[in-house]
């Protein structure tokens, strides 16, 4: 008679960022729609960005010249970068970079705009219109389509899981 060793080995419950990128993974399964991913998720971040930074808020004249910098969006980002630290802090640094980068094109739209151009508020309105629909299409190739508020945590996911995508070509760990 064979003896059956018995172990005591405890699986470590998954944390709540590896839950949220399965539950977002299980959307996004078609090459198509991630490469789609790819491509609208930093441009919804910058067009929200870009549509609450001109949401009117309050002048704050002891900020000078900075005053602008402190505004909706500021606090927005602030936040979401909160959000992103508990889940991991390691991609939340990531984000932060990537955050920063998409502000900075919201201040050389707002430049732009000042110099002719058209206004931050259009130009994000029609980038997010359009970035929404590519997502839209890329739902329809999946064959299935989040609750409102599946997607409403899916923009937020969205940023952190394509940036783990890349942290994970390190071979670090987040």
Known sequence: MKKVKKTNDKVAP???????FDQYAAYHTHPVNVQINWVCIPLITFSVIGLIWFIPFPH???????????????????????????LSPVLSYMVILFVFVL??????????????????????????????????????????????????????????WLLRSIWLRTGLSY
């Not at 606090?75 to 970068?81: P, Q, T």
């Not at 705009?113 to 329809?140: D, H």
């Open 60 to 86: 704050m004249g002891f900020l000078g010249k900075y005053n602008g910098f402190v505004n909706w969006a500021s606090f927005l980002i602030a936040l979401s970068g909160y959000y992103y630290y508990r």
């Open 103 to 160: 502000a900075l094109g919201v201040v050389q739209l707002e430049k732009l705009e000042a110099a002719g151009g058209p206004a931050v508020w259009m130009v994000c309105g029609v980038v997010f219109i359009l970035s929404l629909a590519g997502q839209l299409v890329g739902y329809k190739l999946e064959g299935k389509r989040p609750s409102f508020i599946e997607y409403v945590k899916f923009l937020l996911i969205g940023p952190i």
């Open 14 to 20: 998954k944390r709540k960022i590896d839950v949220l």
